[in-house]
């Protein structure tokens, strides 16, 4: 069955950088593009970005463009969030998601 493992979520400060993992399992990884959510607290559930099953094309929330990058390695059945530059209003629970399918998430909580 699909299982999407987010890591890589932790305590940073502002301005600091931290990278985020998605491990895919049970499907054809290259077959799908992969998107990244957040839902900060007391916020709904919000759009990060998202990248072809090539890797070739990514999009942006315009909240994140230019300081968040998503990447993937098809060998690894991974995807990456690459957040830069962040800010408190960063701090979100992020999900990974392909479809109908979510991982179970992962804090981030950007705070001096």
């Known amino acids: 069955q699909v299982q999407l493992v987010e890591s890589g979520g932790g305590l940073v400060q502002p301005g600091k950088s931290l990278r985020l993992s998605c491990a895919a399992t049970g499907f054809t990884f290259t077959t799908y593009p992969m998107n990244w959510f957040r839902q900060g607290p007391g916020k709904e559930r919000e759009f990060v970005g998202s990248?072809?099953?090539?890797?070739?094309?990514?999009s942006y929330a315009d909240s994140v463009k230019g300081r968040f990058t998503i990447s993937r390695d098809n060998a690894k059945h991974t995807v990456y969030l690459q957040m830069n530059s962040l800010k408190p209003e960063d701090t979100a629970v992020y999900y990974c998601?392909?479809?109908?399918?979510w991982g179970r998430g992962t804090q981030v909580t950007v705070s001096a």
């Open positions: 998601n392909r479809g109908t399918y």
């Open positions: 990248i072809n099953g090539r890797g070739s094309s990514t």
